[in-house]
C-alpha cells in the first residue's frame, strides 16, 4: 500500500507562523510549547515510516505546502492511505485544573465505514495497548459544524482514506512517561500497525 505520513503546520505557505497546539506550562498566560516547535510529531511520524517500510509498504512523507496542495498532491501520488499527523495540547484548563488527556483519531465523516471508521479502529486499538494510554481514547468523525471541523480541513481533500492522528497531549503529566525514544517508537509503531493490520484485513475482504 502508500501511505502519505504528512507533518503538518510545517510548510504552510499562507500561515509560516503556524505552529500548532499549545500550552501555557507555567501559568503566566504565555505560550511557552507549541506543537510544531516541539518536534516530537516527526519524530514519531518517522517511527511510522520506518515501521511501514519494514512491513513492506510504500510511504511518501509530507510535509511542504496548504493543506489543499497537499491535499492535490497526494492524489497525484494516488496514496491509499492519508494521515495528518499532530499532537494535542490543552490538558490544563483556563481555571489550571488538569483535564484527563486522551488520544484521538478522526476519520472522515464522509468515508464508508469499512474505510475511515475501520482503519480509524485499528489504530485506535494498538494506542490502546501502550500502558500510559490505555482506555483514554477517542475515535470521532470529523465535522464541517462544530470544533471537529478543524480536524476535517487537515483531510478533507484527500481520496485516499484519511485519519488526523492526535495521540498524545503535549502538556499533559500522564502522557510525559510517552515523551520519549521508546514512547515516540511506540506512538509510531501503533499507527504503522494499525495501518497495516487494516489493510491485511482490506485484502483479505476483498
Ligand atoms: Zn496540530
Redesign the pocket.
Known sequence: MIIALDV??SGRVSRPRDL??SADIDGDSLKELH?SEALWTPFYALFAQMRLLELGHTVYPISDGEYSERHRRVNRYNADVYIAC??NAGSVAQNGKRRQPYSAVFYDFRSKPERGLALAEAIDSRLGRIEEIGGNRRIWATSTKDWRRNAHYTIKGVKAVAICY?PLFIDATAHHALFTFEGMRQIGHALAEGIHAWAAQKGAAS
Do not use: K
Open positions: 503538518q503546520h500548532g497546539a506543537e499532530h499532537l492526535e
